[in-house]
């Protein structure tokens, strides 16, 4: 049986969730799945459009007319409107950067951050994840989660900088702010989840050391 691969939003839902629906969250995980439906889908691939293919950002709002789902209709426009506003306060060219997959330690899951763009913010070429989603984050354990990622990106291409922008409240957690004890803190909560994918794995009744397959994907 293959490991999930657990999208970065997803991952940051995770670890910031209380204890009790995180274990809930990792159980619903280990069960066979054909994937879900990613609601944010149509907001970032409107996102890619405005920062690579040169869709004004009127032309990108209008197009969310063009959404079925009421729900997702109005959280992509709303999104994308928080993501104007935070833009036009970072001018500068939008970049392309390559996804970035790890394993966990125990090879129980594995945790895939994807770069909406990358945008020299403070004079570092950041790598930026858009965050959408109504749920509080620490952001202490946002930077512990990108040191995670820094620490694996390859160096040859690693750009200078890791960020997550919060689109509700426009705040931009950022790897470089991480000290030594918050990039440590990014190991110790790949190890505590292992912890937590071992036990849902019991509960299961799903063998306690998988093979590495092809994953699923869940955002």
């Known amino acids: ?6 999208g970065f939003s997803a991952y940051l839902k995770i670890t910031n969730s209380n204890p009790r629906p995180q274990r809930t969250i990792v159980r619903q995980r280990c069960r066979p799945s054909s994937g879900g439906y990613d609601f944010h889908k149509s907001f970032r691939y409107r996102v890619q459009q ?11 709002l209008a197009s969310t007319q063009q959404i079925s789902r009421e729900p ?4 992509a426009r709303r999104a994308l409107e928080q993501f104007f506003e935070w833009k036009d ?5 939008m970049l392309s950067s390559p996804p970035v997959t790890f394993v966990s330690p125990a090879g129980l899951f594995k945790v895939e951050f994807i770069p909406d763009f990358c945008l020299e913010i403070g004079g570092r070429v950041t790598a930026v994840h858009l ?12 930077r512990a989660a990108l ?7 390859p160096m040859e291409s690693r750009p200078d900088d890791f960020a997550v ?5 426009q705040m931009l957690y950022r790897w470089s702010e991480a000290d030594r004890e918050t990039r440590a803190l990014g190991e110790r909560l790949l190890e505590l989840l292992d ?3 071992t036990a849902a794995r019991i509960e299961l009744g799903i063998p306690a050391s998988p093979e590495l397959g092809e994953p699923r994907t869940e955002a």
Do not use: C, Y
Not at 147 to 153: E, I, M
């Open 131 to 142: 965050w959408n989603t109504q749920h509080d984050l620490s952001g202490h354990l946002v």
């Open 1 to 6: 049986m293959s490991v999930p691969k657990i």
């Open 165 to 169: 922008l919060s689109l509700r409240d």
């Open 195 to 197: 912890v937590q994918f």
């Open 147 to 153: 040191s995670s990622v820094a620490t694996r990106h």
């Open 50 to 60: 405005v920062s690579f293919e040169g869709l004004s950002p009127a032309a990108a």
């Open 89 to 93: 306060g970072h001018p500068g060219a």
């Open 72 to 75: 997702e209709r109005n959280s």
